[in-house]
């Protein structure tokens, strides 16, 4: 069992409102990742950090942006939602050279 | 550019039967080639995995077939249970970078 968690897991918010998607886990893994899903699509890479301080852009781009202050906590904040944000977002991590990504277990947003 | 093509889109099969979902790469840098099993508002979690210097893979009815030099790998379901029913996710690792890619997902149901 992975010791990965985001909050909130559900959330449903109004066209223009500013959000922040919290991940944490216990690992101490240096990288963490978050992932985009719609529903029966594949994973979309939008961030991913090597460390504290290290944030990067991934294949899809995406108007959220990150931060990595902490080791444990990858937060992802949308300034203004906005209906087409509305996905399932997933964070992850895995050592730096690891084999497997830890996935928690998503958080909803659907932005009205 | 999708990375890793994933077939079939979805998939009944009966139970005790045998399910098969298929995925091809072209990037030749790639070293490593899990399957991730994600059960409905979960996250992805490892079910096996595979690097290229192998043909094949079993831990209990799960087995994964990699054949190199096509670029293509194959997660084989043995006796296929209910509780089986989910989605199927290839990857593949690009070892610089620690890079992962999905595939589309495969939703896979069994049936009494």
């Known amino acids: 069992e992975a010791d990965i968690y985001q909050t909130p897991r559900y959330l449903v918010i109004g066209t223009g409102k500013k959000i922040t998607l919290e991940c944490s886990q216990t690992m101490g893994h240096d990288k963490m990742y978050w992932y985009q899903q719609d529903p029966g699509m594949e994973l979309h890479l939008i961030h991913y950090?090597?460390?504290?301080?290290?944030?990067e852009k991934g294949d899809l781009s995406s108007e959220s942006t990150v931060s990595r202050i902490r080791t444990e906590h990858f937060p992802l904040t949308l300034e203004s939602a906005r209906p087409s944000h509305t996905s399932q977002y997933l964070c992850?991590?895995?050592?730096?050279?690891?084999?497997?990504?830890?996935f928690g277990e998503g958080s909803w947003l659907t932005v009205v | 550019q999708q990375q890793v093509k994933q077939s079939p889109q979805s998939l009944i099969v009966q139970k005790g039967g045998i399910s098969i979902i298929n995925c091809a790469y072209e990037?030749?840098?790639?070293?490593?080639f899990p399957w991730y099993q994600q059960f409905p508002g979960k996250g992805p979690a490892l079910l096996i995995a595979i690097r290229p210097d192998v043909s094949e893979k079993k831990e209990g009815r799960f087995t994964i077939s990699f054949n190199k030099s096509a670029k293509q790998f194959s997660l084989h379901i043995m006796d296929s249970q209910p509780g089986d029913s989910a989605t199927y996710f290839c990857?593949?690792?690009?070892?610089?970078?620690?890079?992962?890619?999905f595939g589309t997902g495969t939703s896979l149901t069994v049936i009494p």
């Open positions: 992850a991590s895995s050592e730096p050279a690891g084999n497997t990504i830890y």
């Open positions: 990037n030749t840098a790639f070293d490593y």
């Open positions: 990857a593949a690792r690009r070892l610089t970078g620690n890079q992962f890619y």
């Open positions: 950090s090597y460390g504290v301080n290290s944030t």
